[in-house]
């Protein structure tokens, strides 16, 4: 670990995650390229998160930062602020990497210096780190730098965790919009208008789903919802209207898991829905399982 003049910065905004937490910070201080800083904020964590960060901090040597609750965006940023590397990346708090990651994504960038950010693969594990069925990258990745009329019609694909990007093209997209609750996906929007962006098909970070993601859970997907409506307005009215449109499937389940009485955006969406490529398959898969 390099604590002073890093390659890279890798970022962990933690929060209650006390049954994770140890394995992502292990993964990350175990990596086969050890020029890096790891720089952790605890976010007002009330289980055992500071306590399980601090003592391997003192073990392994990175920075830990202790504040009250302030959200997963304003903690994003905050991290972002505080890196001194030339690249920047992160690990969830609830996840974990392989222990060639930030080799192999550094010379990913090496072989492809026009690239301005890099993203991978991924394997989906369960609670207790049992690999998951049907994990990884669906659809087709964002690849090239023109991506931005595919991507905002839900023809690209990524997953935040597997992204590294130029600290100076970080900032030329600028930083996360601290009144969207969910704020990778509006970035996304403004770095495909602008940066050069590479896929690998190697996998780099174990994602893991359980019962605590954002979409599973009633006030995580209201807040999914709302963010996607706030993405929209940001779009205008011609990029909005696309956006949504391709989004209507994803929006129908996130309101129904919000269990929010919306049943008017269900009525409205539905006239949308059946012109929509995404629903039918939906609807002609669920046929088929019957």
Known sequence: MNNNNPLVTVRIPAYNHERYIEKAILSIV???????????????????????????????????????????TKTLNRLIRL??????TG?????????????EQVKCFEQHPEADLVHGNFTTVDGVDQIAPNGGLKGVPIDGSSEFPHFVRRKRSYLTGTIMVRTEAF?????????????DFDWMLRATRLLSIKHSDQSWTFYRR???????????AARMA??????????????????????????????????????FLIYLLFPVLMFNQGFLRQCYRSAIRR
């Open 171 to 183: 900032y030329r997209v600028g930083l996360y919009d601290e009144t969207i609750a969910v704020e």
């Open 210 to 220: 359980h019962g605590e993601n954002w979409g599973m859970t009633a006030k995580g």
């Open 226 to 263: 709302d963010s996607s409506y706030q993405e929209a307005k940001k779009l205008g009215l011609y990029w909005g209207g696309v956006f949504l449109f391709y989004k209507a499937p994803a929006l129908l389940r996130l309101e129904m898991t919000a269990g929010r009485k919306r049943r």
């Open 91 to 103: 690990c969830a708090s609830d996840d974990f990497w392989p222990e060639t990651r930030l080799e």
């Open 83 to 88: 890196a001194k590397g030339q690249f920047i």
């Open 30 to 72: 175990n990596q086969t390229f050890q020029d890096f800083e790891l720089i952790v904020i605890n976010d007002g964590s009330t289980d055992r998160t500071p306590e399980i960060i601090d003592r391997l901090s003192e073990e392994y040597g990175f920075r830990v930062i202790h504040q009250e609750n302030a959200g997963l």
